[in-house]
């Protein structure tokens, strides 16, 4: 069965401090790893994806398959950062995403 | 706005009464899903469809619950009989539909479910 894990509901760093959101999944194939961000009163983005490999608002994620991570990370965080975000797994050849339960991520100025 | 639009916005609804939502994909979009998100969880799949056909259904579309998408592009989702434990926010998303790896899916602002 696939799982996603997000162990922390909320997270406050300062603007300027790194900030990495952790995730977690279980899956028996070769899943597809996504990024989904919700900023406040603005419908659900996607972020990035494992597969671009790009860097999108100063955020990586590299996806670890030994450790079954693929969490998020930015060397200085700005308070623009501050919203919800959601990791999502997607098994090969689907067509329905499994997201994890989110963070709120709260940049202090 | 040529994102994906979602109606109504807001739906306050008795225990046992009917609803039905609407989505409006972007209009080059084949694929289309459904999604449902109760408070402090993401969301989660409800079904899908590739054009007009319904392709895949979660084990949590009960019966009480149908969604069709006629004429591939706009798609409705019926609750019949709702119950409390239906008040959610209903989300719609779309995509491309191209081959190859997963495309990405382009959200609405959902539709927020209260059954009294």
């Known amino acids: 069965a696939q799982r996603v894990t997000q162990p922390e509901k909320l997270l406050s760093v300062f603007k300027g401090a790194p900030v990495e959101l952790k995730c977690n999944y279980s899956?028996?194939?070769?899943?597809?790893l996504f990024w989904y961000v919700q900023y406040s009163r603005q419908r659900l983005q996607l972020l990035l994806r494992?597969?671009s490999r790009e860097s999108i608002k100063g955020f990586t994620a590299d996806l670890n398959k030994g450790e079954t991570s693929f969490h998020l990370k930015k060397p200085f965080a700005q308070e623009e950062d501050s919203a919800m975000y959601y990791c999502a797994l997607n098994g090969k050849g689907a067509n329905n995403l499994f997201f994890g339960t989110g963070t709120r991520l709260t940049v202090i100025p | 706005d040529t994102g994906v639009s979602q109606d109504p916005r807001h739906k306050i609804t008795k225990r046992g009464q009917n609803v039905t939502f609407r989505c409006d994909p972007i209009?080059?979009?084949?694929?289309l899903y459904w999604y449902r998100q109760t408070l402090g969880q993401g969301p989660e799949f409800l079904t899908y469809f590739q054009n007009e056909a319904q392709l895949e259904k979660s084990r949590l579309l009960s019966d009480r619950f149908s969604a069709e998408r006629p004429k591939g592009s706009f798609s409705t989702l019926e609750i019949q009989r709702t119950e409390q434990g239906d008040s959610a926010m209903y989300l719609c998303a779309s995509s491309l539909g191209s081959s190859g790896s997963t495309d990405t899916q382009y959200f609405g602002p959902g539709t927020r479910l209260t059954v009294l």
């Open positions: 209009s080059e979009h084949n694929r």
């Open positions: 494992h597969i």
């Open positions: 899956y028996s194939g070769s899943p597809e």
